[in-house]
């Protein structure tokens, strides 16, 4: 089964995508050159990509000892030739503007080119991470950090990573404890920005050293000392870093010194194997740098050199571009691993026959029989395989669905009038931890479900689900836990702004209702979504009611649960309108398809909102009052 009919349909019918062209930014292309974007990308996962999934994971990074003894990571061949065919492709810089190199693609055409690669292997590569990386310095860099940083990254000759965990502090990043010092006199005046001297340990850094590209490009999260020597506490502190490996002079050209950023080690992963996971330790002499760059500090300069983005302080604020950024994509990345489960799990149900149709009682038998006389089935045909499909298309394809939408939302933020665009940035506010999360977490159910199809076969190495399984388990932790992106939901997002985002979305949610209850075949999903959004409205407030954050934020994963559900149950709705509007009778089995997984939602996964948002509105206290010795 082939993804492509379903991203055109989103793409096409649903979110009408070719309308973007009439924006001056767009204005070069149609609906001929977004599909020629879609067909190279296509066909780049589909050599260089999906014949190499399994490789990566059996031959994992590993390390080789140098003879000066420095570390150096090894990797499949396979990983530098499809990183190569990806960076040949533009698509690192496709929504950049023509005069830097770019496309100027829609955002929207961009996210879904990517979706073909996450489905062949999510694991090849640092491509989110490097145009994240470059993203983030378009909008807080000076113009030289975009020239020399930037766009060697959207050129594919450099790649980017983003430092903030640290092994004491994890997601906990006001425990930052990576110091920077201003690197003797005159460091202010650096061209490449303010140089500081950098000294701490940085844990997960995805694609953190590697030989595929001649430069990294790190930006690390660190803190500043006040003028007592001492770290200040909390997020306030944190400031935003530019750390070549290697450093380079004001025209991007290597200088032939080696950064002290040094690779500690691997971190071996259950999933995700493909890609390179390390600690980095900054600053700790491993590689001293000397001379000019360093002169002013202790005599001869030590630490990891690197350049502030933006304001002292400020780097949180900066580095968030990149963090949303990377959320959304992990949404798709975990999205698409639930959609390669689909797939194969509905193959291997229409190929493999076992077991016989259920029939009636007879010949005065009280239990339903079996007539073992008869031909094996093929799985596909029982009603609970199908249970299990329909779970897993309703899974995958709302949350592609969702993805593509908060696309779209970029592009209206960026391209659309003042209070469109204004519109489009509280509505990803509010959308951008169920983008990330409720994908994390139904997507990686759908893999379960895939390797369920598959029985016994389905747990070994056979077959592939295991693998979309392991990769998927991941996204829960990724750019913000499961239970963090919960409390940035109820904590911070539905409440800014007066709670201005959460209104819009209800407009927008009420105007698909509105729209749907007009239809025989809708009108009942129509109410039941309106009634899911009333609960989610009223446990809000509930949960809110004492004004004390501890007992909202308590069950705030069984709000989030519940939220998604709600939003993905409007997707399902508007995204059924948009079939039987481009298909009335129903003619074509895409259609009947998508009509089915939208009713199973309803029928199956909506009402699961009233056990989770009943703890929400009650703010039960069983898990936050357990004591820990009854553990």
Known sequence: MSLRPTVDFLLYQWLNAEKLQARERFADHSRETFDAVLDTSERIAREKYAPFNRVVDTEEPRTETEPDGTLRVVLPQATYEARRAYAESGLLSAAQDYDIGGMQLPYTVEAAANSFFAAASISIGSNLLTSGNANLLMVHGTDLQKQVFALNEFNGRWSGTMCLSEPQAGSSLSDVATRAVPDGEGFESDPLGPRYRLKGNKMWISSGDHEMTENIVHLVLAKIPGPDG?????????SLFIVPKKLVDTNGQLTGVRNDVALAGLNHKLGWRGTTNTLLNFGEGKYPVNGEAGAGLDGAGSGAVGYLVGQPGKGLHCMFHMMNEARIGIGMAATMLGLAGYYASLDYAKNRPQGRPVQGPKDGAAAVVKDAAQPQVRIVEHADVKRMLLAQKSYGEGALALNLFCARLVDEQHTGDAASADEARLLLEVLTPIAKSWPSEWC??????????????????????????????????????????????????????????????????????????????????????????????????????????????????????????????????????????????????????????????????????GAWLQVVSARDATCASFPEEAF
Do not use: C
Not at 454 to 477: A, C, K, S
């Open 444 to 609: 990686l159910e759908a893999n379960s479900l895939a390797i369920q199809i598959h029985g016994g076969y389905g747990y070994t190495r056979d077959f592939p689900v295991e693998q979309y399984w392991r990769d998927n388990r991941l996204n829960m932790i990724h750019e913000g836990t499961h239970g963090i992106q919960a409390m940035d939901l109820l904590g911070r997002k539905v409440l800014m702004e007066g709670g201005r985002g959460l209104q819009l979305l209800a407009g927008r949610i009420n105007a698909t209702i509105e729209r749907a209850i007009q239809v025989p075949a809708l009108a009942a999903h129509a109410n039941a979504l309106g009634a899911a959004l009333q609960q989610v409205g009223a446990a809000t407030k509930a949960a809110w009611a004492t004004g004390q954050p501890a007992d909202a934020l308590a069950n705030a994963v069984p709000y989030m649960q519940a939220f998604g559900h709600t939003v993905l149950a409007w997707v399902w709705l508007d995204v059924a309108l948009a079939t039987l509007a481009a298909d009335t009778a129903l003619a074509q089995p895409t259609s009947v398809g998508r009509m089915g997984a939208m009713r199973f939602f309803f029928h199956y996964e909506l009402p699961k909102i």
């Open 230 to 238: 001492k770290l200040v506490p909390g997020t306030k502190g944190i």
